[in-house]
């Protein structure tokens, strides 16, 4: 049994995917921290599309 044991610690295999898979993880949430919700970018861009659009409103001519 300790054998069997020694020989599951030594093994490697598969521990590149692990690593792969646990990279892939970080970089996912990062994406949806980043690009997610109204504090991320998409936050960042509807107020600059806001301000762009009033100020176009604001020196549209008048009708």
């Excluded at 690593?19 to 970018?41: C, F, H, P, Q, S």
Aim: no cysteine; hydrophobic share 50%.
């Amino acid at each position: 049994m300790k054998a069997l044991i020694k020989r599951f610690l030594k093994d490697e295999a598969g521990v590149t995917a692990i690593e792969y898979g646990l990279i892939a993880g970080l970089l996912a949430v990062a994406i949806v921290a980043a690009v997610g919700g109204d504090t991320g970018l998409t936050g960042s861009l509807k107020d600059a599309f806001a301000g762009i659009a009033k100020q176009v409103q604001s020196n549209a001519p008048a009708k």
